[in-house]
């Protein structure tokens, strides 16, 4: 991969909140601003009718000027292939994301290890794509959305706890790479990081 020597090089704006804080809502107004063309990886999985109505709500709701991509796992591959050809990324969402690596390594018995090898190569790419020579030319921000999982009451089960424990790490280690991090409250975005 050709390293981006310019100073130039695409921005990583992290958005964090609770459920139905308004970060996803938050991240599409702020990408909005940037004009060029934009693309979507939507990571949830229609796996029920409630699902996929709200995944149809949600794209309707975007409108004709995104392009969407549904990954579930393989984000980083996506935004290697795809980088050349948008001004601007969202992903959105990364507990999302977590929770289908975490239902593809399950039943291993090194669950964990797994997990947490998969979230760093995750930051990897992103900081990869970050220094792309061929991505940073048009590439203009990526947006990530995740939830912030750990301001509740610790869960009563252990799958659970383990999947607060790795979103609180995914998100620990986004956040360290991000250039801006915004923590959304009642649809109020606080910005953490600049």
């Known amino acids: 991969m050709e390293i ?5 090089k695409p921005k990583i704006i992290f958005i964090i909140g609770g459920a139905r804080s308004g970060k996803s809502s938050f991240a599409l107004y702020e990408a909005e601003k940037i004009e ?40 980083g591959e996506t935004l290697k292939t795809k980088c050349a050809f948008y001004k601007v990324i969202l992903i959105d969402c990364l507990t999302l994301w977590l929770s289908n690596v975490m239902g593809v390594h399950a039943k291993t018995s090194d669950m964990n290890t797994k ?35 750990g301001m509740g009451i610790v869960p009563g089960n252990s799958v659970s706890r383990i999947f607060r ?22 649809g109020l975005p606080l910005k953490l990081k600049r």
Not at 166 to 185: R, W
């Open 36 to 75: 060029g063309k934009k693309l979507f990886i939507a990571t949830a999985q229609p796996l029920d009718a409630e699902m996929k109505a709200r995944i149809e709500m949600h794209r309707k709701e975007r409108g004709q000027n995104w392009d969407t991509a549904e990954v579930h796992i393989k984000i």
């Open 4 to 8: 981006n020597s310019d100073k130039r």
């Open 165 to 186: 424990d790795l979103a609180g790490q995914l998100n620990q280690k986004v956040a360290q790479i991000a250039d801006e991090v915004y923590l959304i409250v009642s």
């Open 115 to 149: 997990i947490v090898e998969t979230i760093n190569t995750l930051v990897d790419d992103l900081q990869n794509i970050r220094h792309s020579l061929r991505c940073s030319d048009d590439l203009s921000s990526i947006f990530i959305v995740s939830n912030e999982v």
